[in-house]
């Protein structure tokens, strides 16, 4: 049951993903071109405001993805230990 739970809140949090950076970095790569990702930092740290913001963005989701699935993670762990 709690795998499902820890399954269901992955996919939500893919979802939100696609929604919040997806359509910012297709803006993007329309305005560059098709780049790499490598190209992407390039810019974010040589100045451009637009790939800063997405960088510090995607920085943000991973972060906070983190901070959510690792405590579930470990707590699924634990709770299978004792079963």
């Not at 098709?34 to 810019?43: A, F, K, P, Q």
Request: glycine letters at 8%; proline letters at 2%; a positive charge.
């Amino acid at each position: 049951m709690l795998s499902y739970i820890l399954i269901g809140t992955f996919l939500c949090w893919l979802v939100i993903g696609l929604f919040w950076l997806l359509p910012k970095k297709v803006a993007l790569l329309r305005r560059v071109g098709n780049v790499t990702n490598d190209e992407l930092i390039r810019m974010a740290k040589a100045g451009d405001s637009e790939a800063m913001k997405l960088r510090t963005l995607g920085k943000w989701y991973l972060g906070i993805g983190l901070a959510l699935f690792v405590p579930q993670v470990v707590l699924l762990q634990i709770l299978k230990l004792h079963h």
